[in-house]
């Protein structure tokens, strides 16, 4: 007779201090002979600013993926496990009667399906799809869900032509009048994930700089415990984990290194690196380690906010990007555009390779995943809000057939796509925003 | 008022199924009637399922609002999926002979879901701003009543609907008509059998103002397609969009208000009553080559692209560029 005891899901690794880190799926945790344990599904939504560049983006073709167009080409390694779907709609983005505003009311409505009211200081938007999941699942998790972004977290201010900035800087809502801003310090994101789930004080932070130690250097001796009671995959598992761990420290370590030397007025927090590519790695991996550990299953990353003017002098574009969004179709100013898309999606790309190479259970993390990558408006030089850019990309427990393009009906709504999503993360609702079904066609497992 | 911020013309929305050319020029007078700042085109819808009709009004509706622009789309044809594609009558695919027009319309991916097109016209529309046309079934916009808050909806942004109901349309789907009459929550008027019947689209408009207002046109390949020519068009379509557009330019009578009824057989019953919504129109005698007139001049009229900002007009309704001898062509109507 088996009498082992399965190690509990939610274990952390403590330590002095307020060292807390939680553990990727282990067989150990596993009973014994039981049948084969589910694994939760975890959805992420990445929202790149300011349109595409919609010839790039879209193939000539529906069905099966052939060549994949060219912005999409760094995620061509995971064509297999991406499905493009094309015609979704916002029509709460557009103006209704509000006049100009496209790129605050696409953010801010993105993820509630709401028309957000055009003020400056009376904010009202929708509970974003993403904190109804949140709401129902959220305590199966150290976090309900994570926000992160890259750029300007601003809360106040004209973002847009009369839009609050609270519009433009957040993709998640808790309440209509409540956003939940992004972390874009990833040392701060880092303290959050594991240290108490708050950014630790200034005095803390010194004290353990001083010394240099690493967080796991304060759960060594829980390390050294559970590793005695671990099998052997189960100790290497364990040790690739909290070595991916003990890199992402060393990447922010450098990060604050550089801003000192590089420029100590940067207007930035401290650990922020200035590479765009760097920054995103970062804040990925940890996303990935918050997915491996199931301290979250629920991640909004705003990669940088609508209107963003940000140069990409890494690429020789010293060309604000919104600016040369609105190209009057000139080629030279289209071409810039389609490189910076490119650009966003190759960075993407790198935690999609993170997931894939992940294991869990008989796949990948990957498997287990939905990634949605996309942006709240399709053509930025016309502004327009329909065949929104979406891709989801993993297939979400065996959930989507995936390897192919999916055409909806044209004005379809986006929020259609978020009740199918609901109902994958086991939320069953009748409508959502300006929803008027499930997504057809996508042939659901 | 500063240029460009008053409230818009009211928004136009067109439903038919399109089996006769009556119908399909009243997307041209629709158009004509935007192109003198009556009305804004929302949107077109079509209450069959039949691809290849769809195609054709699309590539009418392209011809009228130009290519995508900044901040503007072509919006897609509403299509019903459910029901009996119907006939498809020549006059749909014979004006693709000239390699000029192109069909957009290769799947039912190309088109919208009509509910959906409604919603989200609606919404764009200033409140009391807008007007339904309804020219075929009711079959349409009795699912736009069971749609979630879009009675309330079409009750705060329309200021009524003109009902294309002769006995035709209403035997096609007695029950939605019945439904709509009995909920529609605006005023309703309604073009019964007689209007059609008694004023008709001249058909040898066909090779002279349409030839020489816009030879381009989507609709006279169409028009000769249908039927063998010469011949002339009844009206049901055409009337309740060139009332719906100028209702008050005085081309049909109205009857005191009402409530219009439908009976199981697809007639229509008026009863009078202070409270009605409803009111029917009829043919006045004396405007009857004013009407001919509007027909001629509005469906052959040139495109006016849409423009972001254009204030209404008010003094030009009347002041119709080229006059086209109606008394003419009413006397040259084909025996």
């Not at chain 1, 040369?324 to 080629?331: D, F, I, K, Y």
């Not at chain 2, 349309?169 to 005023?187: F, G, H, Q, Y």
Request: glycine share 8%; hydrophobic share 35%; with cysteine.
């Amino acid at each position: 007779m088996i009498t082992r005891k399965a190690l509990p899901r939610r274990t952390f690794l403590r330590g002095i201090g307020t060292a807390a880190i939680g553990l990727p799926f282990l067989d150990a945790m596993s009973p014994a002979m039981a049948a084969t344990t589910k694994s939760p599904v975890r959805m992420a939504f990445f929202y790149v600013p300011n349109g595409m560049i919609m010839d790039a983006w879209n193939p000539s073709y529906e069905g099966a993926f052939q060549e994949l167009p060219r912005t999409l080409k760094p995620l061509e390694p995971f064509k297999d496990d991406m499905l493009q779907i094309g015609n979704l709609t916002h029509n709460t983005g557009r103006a209704l009667l509000d006049g100009a505003g496209d790129h605050g009311r696409c953010s801010g409505s993105y993820l509630t399906g709401i028309q957000v009211k055009k003020s400056l200081v009376e904010i009202k938007n929708g509970i974003s799809f993403d904190q109804i999941v949140a709401n129902e699942i959220g305590k199966q998790t150290r976090f309900p869900s994570l926000e992160l972004g890259m750029e300007d977290a601003r809360q106040a201010g004209d973002c847009d032509s009369g839009y609050s900035c609270a519009y433009t800087n957040n993709l998640a809502w808790r309440s209509e009048t409540q956003p939940l801003p992004p972390t874009l310090d990833p040392r701060a994101l880092f303290e959050r994930m594991f240290g108490s789930g708050q950014p630790m004080t200034p005095a803390e932070r010194a004290r353990q700089s001083k010394y240099r130690r690493s967080i796991l250097d304060y759960v060594t001796d829980d390390t050294h415990k559970l590793e005695t009671s671990l099998g052997p995959t189960d100790r290497r598992k364990l040790d690739e984990y909290l070595s991916s761990i003990r890199e992402v420290e060393r990447q922010i370590e450098r990060a604050e290194k550089d801003n000192q030397q590089i420029d100590p007025h940067m207007d930035k927090p401290y650990g922020v690196p200035a590479d765009f590519a760097e920054h995103f790695r970062m804040m990925s991996n940890m996303v990935a380690i918050a997915f491996q550990a199931d301290q979250t299953r629920i991640v909004t990353f705003l990669m940088t906010r609508e209107g963003s003017s940000r140069p990409y002098r890494e690429l020789g574009i010293p060309d604000g990007h919104h600016p040369l969004t609105h190209h009057r179709n000139q080629a030279e100013l289209m071409e810039k555009v389609r490189v910076i898309n490119q650009y966003h999606v190759q960075q993407f790309a790198s935690i999609v390779e993170k997931l894939k190479s992940t294991k869990e259970g008989d796949g990948t993390l990957l498997d287990n995943s939905m990634l949605v990558y996309g942006a709240g408006l399709s053509d930025p030089n016309a502004h327009l809000h329909e065949d929104l850019p979406t891709i989801i990309v993993g297939k979400g427990g065996n959930y989507f057939k995936t390897g192919r393009r999916v055409l909806a009906r044209r004005e379809t709504p986006m929020c259609n796509l978020f009740l199918t999503m609901m109902d994958r993360m086991g939320l069953h609702v009748e409508n959502f925003g300006d929803s008027t079904g499930r997504l057809d066609g996508l042939d659901l497992a | 008022m500063q240029f460009g911020r008053g409230k818009p013309s009211a928004g136009a929305f067109y439903d038919s199924d399109f089996t006769t050319i009556d119908e399909v020029l009243a997307v041209g007078l629709l158009n004509g009637l935007q192109g003198k700042n009556d009305c804004r085109v929302a949107i077109v819808t079509m209450s069959r399922p039949n691809l290849a009709v769809c195609g054709y009004i699309d590539m009418v509706e392209r011809y009228y609002r130009g290519s995508a622009g900044n901040f503007a789309q072509v919006p897609p044809i509403g299509m019903r999926t459910t029901g009996q594609p119907g006939e498809t009558s020549a006059a749909f695919t014979a004006p693709f002979a000239s390699k000029k027009r192109v069909n957009p319309v290769k799947t039912v991916i190309d088109t919208g879901d009509p509910n959906t097109l409604f919603r989200n016209y609606l919404q764009a529309q200033y409140d009391q701003n807008g007007f339904f046309i309804l020219a075929g079934p009711a079959t349409n916009l009795a699912a736009a009543l069971e749609f979630r808050g879009m009675k309330e909806l079409i009750a705060a942004k329309m200021k009524y609907l003109v009902a294309a109901l002769p006995e035709r349309n209403i035997k096609a789907d007695v029950a939605a008509a019945k439904k709509v009459l009995a909920e529609w929550p605006t005023p309703v008027y309604v073009v019964g059998e007689d209007i059609g019947t008694a004023i008709e689209f001249p058909g040898a408009s066909i090779d002279k103002e349409f030839a020489a207002n816009s030879p381009e046109n989507p609709f006279s390949d169409a028009y000769k397609a249908y039927k063998p020519m010469p011949y002339n068009a009844p009206s049901w379509a055409l009337a309740a969009t060139l009332y719906a557009g100028r209702p008050k330019e005085g081309y049909f009578k109205a009857s005191e208000p009402g409530t219009i009824t439908v009976r199981d057989d697809g007639k229509l019953g008026f009863t009078a009553s202070a409270q009605g919504r409803h009111q029917m129109l009829s043919v006045d005698p004396a405007q009857k080559d004013k009407v001919l007139q509007a027909y001629i001049d509005l469906t052959s009229a040139k495109p006016v692209f849409p423009q972001r900002f254009r204030p209404p007009v008010a003094d030009d309704k009347k002041a119709d560029d080229k006059k086209s001898d109606v008394k003419k062509i009413i006397e040259e109507k084909p025996q």
